[in-house]
């Protein structure tokens, strides 16, 4: 089993930044695939970005690209979400999640396993 543990959400005017962490515990895995999702009130979920524990390769969503930005510290098994240029469309629950098998494709929930409680991100115009 692992755990995650979201932290950094808040509220936020439009235009400002904001980072997000995501700290990993328990179980540990030789590769893996960590990724933040988000779910708007109302909405489905949605994929933000991730990135490769091995390598630290990121895949940002076309949403959010120029903005937002995935990074990892290996040592604390943490990841990071920089938010920048926020807008109200992003305020949503934030979610991270880790995937410890092979996908083809880490931009949809179902390729993760284990995931955090979420974090609430609040934009004001």
């Known amino acids: 089993q692992m755990q995650l543990e979201e932290s950094g959400g808040g509220l936020v005017q439009a235009g400002g930044p904001l980072r997000l962490s995501c700290a990993a515990s328990?179980?540990?895995?030789?590769?893996?695939?960590m990724g933040w999702f988000r779910q708007a009130s109302g909405k489905e979920r949605e994929f933000v970005a991730c990135?490769?524990?091995?390598?630290?390769?990121?895949y940002v969503a076309e949403s959010v690209k120029g903005r937002f930005t995935i990074s990892r510290d290996n040592a604390k098994k943490s990841v990071y979400l920089q938010m920048n240029s926020l807008k109200p469309e992003d305020t949503a629950v934030y979610y991270c999640?880790?995937?410890?098998?092979?996908?083809?494709?880490?931009?949809?929930?179902?390729?993760?396993?284990?995931w955090g409680q979420g974090t609430q991100v609040t934009v004001s115009s």
């Open positions: 999640a880790i995937s410890v098998r092979y996908s083809t494709n880490y931009a949809v929930g179902a390729a993760y396993d284990y």
């Open positions: 328990g179980r540990t895995f030789s590769s893996y695939v």
């Open positions: 990135i490769w524990w091995s390598g630290g390769s990121t």
